[in-house]
């Protein structure tokens, strides 16, 4: 079974300070991983996401992440975060169903605090 | 253009009764996912709709939970004999074939709270 584990509930960070929220996964299969944000108050999404190919994958809001097999995480990083960062991050894994579809299985979440 | 709506936004109701929520996704995706998002289990994969066909019902916890889609567009999902463990926000969303490189597309979710 595929599994998702975010270690840190809580990261809290200072405005301009780098951040990295660390998520490792277990699959037995080929994984595609995702990154979603859920702002207060609004629904999740897409932050950004690892199909294939190149390992590092980044987001219009300057997040990346890194597939790193070996020791099958695909931590989220921020060289530099702003206030409007704030929310609650969810790693995900796919895993593709019967009949087509992909369900998304998500970590617990951390919760992003950028202070100033 | 517009996103997947969920309708209502808040919904109390009383242990023992019968609830509906409703996911209008995004027009023209065939795939949509309902999900379930609550303090003790995180959020958990209910059920995927392709079309109006619902190959994968895995994830619906007990015989109380049932979900439709109609015209390949709006879901219900249902909730019998609601109990207090069934209090989550519901979530719905939908994708542009279920691929598993097509994004899903989340709504603001439903907040339901069985009393």
């Known amino acids: 079974a595929q599994s998702v584990t975010q270690l840190d509930s809580q990261v809290p960070v200072f405005e301009e300070a780098p951040v990295e929220l660390r998520c490792n996964y277990s699959s037995s299969v080929s994984v595609y991983l995702f990154w979603y944000v859920q702002y207060p108050n609004q629904g999740l999404q897409l932050l950004l996401k690892y199909l294939s190919g190149s390992t590092l994958v980044e987001s219009i809001n300057g997040f990346e992440a890194e597939f790193n097999k070996s020791q099958t995480s695909f931590h989220l990083r921020k060289p530099s975060v702003h206030i409007s960062d704030t929310a609650e991050y969810f790693c995900a894994v796919s895993k593709i169903l019967t009949g087509g579809g992909n369900k998304l299985t998500f970590g617990t979440g951390t919760q992003l605090k950028v202070e100033l | 253009g517009a996103g997947v709506s969920q309708s209502p936004s808040n919904k109390v109701t009383e242990k023992g009764k019968d609830v509906e929520l409703r996911c209008d996704p995004i027009?023209?995706?065939?795939?949509l996912y309902w999900y379930r998002q609550s303090l003790g289990q995180g959020l958990e994969f209910l059920i995927y709709f392709q079309g109006n066909s619902a190959p994968d019902k895995s994830g619906l916890p007990s015989d109380r939970f049932s979900a439709e889609r109609t015209g390949g567009s709006v879901s219900t999902l249902t909730i019998q004999r609601t109990q207090q463990e069934d209090s989550a926000v519901y979530l719905c969303?939908?994708?542009?074939?279920?691929?598993?490189?097509?994004?899903?597309?989340f709504g603001p979710g439903t907040r339901l709270t069985v009393l």
């Open positions: 969303a939908s994708s542009f074939s279920g691929r598993t490189t097509d994004t899903q597309y």
């Open positions: 027009s023209g995706h065939t795939a």
